[in-house]
């Protein structure tokens, strides 16, 4: 298995330090956790520095560009010339109880054959032929 952070190492350039130290606890927790991902769960498998207010605080930075730091790491896996590039869409359902979660609405879900209440997700990629990986854009 690769090292994440030697993949994150371009980010240092982008992200202050403090925000790239939070940045890297938090995609190592992520990329251990099973099940849904939430504040707490991520708080819960950070190592030591990793609070549900240091996750708070690093998602309400608003002096981080999620469009260029996107860019930063897939940027040299996408310069291959032989390479075919295609933009593609995918958009999940996620079933939510309540009344005041911001965004809930009523979306169709093929699963349950219905509409349902719920959080809508679309993610735009650009999709690598050749090396069958998918990068986020938005």
Not at 2 to 7: E, G, H, P, T
Not at 46 to 57: A, F, Q
Not at 81 to 98: A, H, R, W
Not at 117 to 124: A, K, N, Q
Request: charged letters at 20%; glycine letters at 8%; aromatic letters at 10%.
């Amino acid at each position: 298995m690769f090292d994440m952070l030697q993949v994150l190492s371009p980010l240092r350039n982008e992200l202050k330090s403090k925000n790239y130290r939070r940045f890297s606890l938090i995609v190592v927790a992520v990329l251990c956790m099973v099940g849904r991902v939430t504040m707490l769960g991520i708080s819960r498998w950070t190592d030591k520095g990793g609070s549900y207010r240091t996750v708070e605080r690093f998602l309400n930075d608003d002096s981080i560009h999620w469009d260029i730091l996107n860019y930063t790491i897939s940027a040299p896996l996408l310069r291959d010339p032989n390479d075919v590039l295609l933009i593609s869409g995918d958009e999940t359902i996620t079933t939510k109880s309540g009344k005041h979660s911001f965004g809930l609405g009523r979306f169709f879900s093929s699963t349950h054959g219905v509409p349902v209440p719920g959080l809508c997700f679309l993610c735009i990629s650009l999709t690598s032929v050749k090396h069958r990986h998918s990068f986020p854009i938005i």
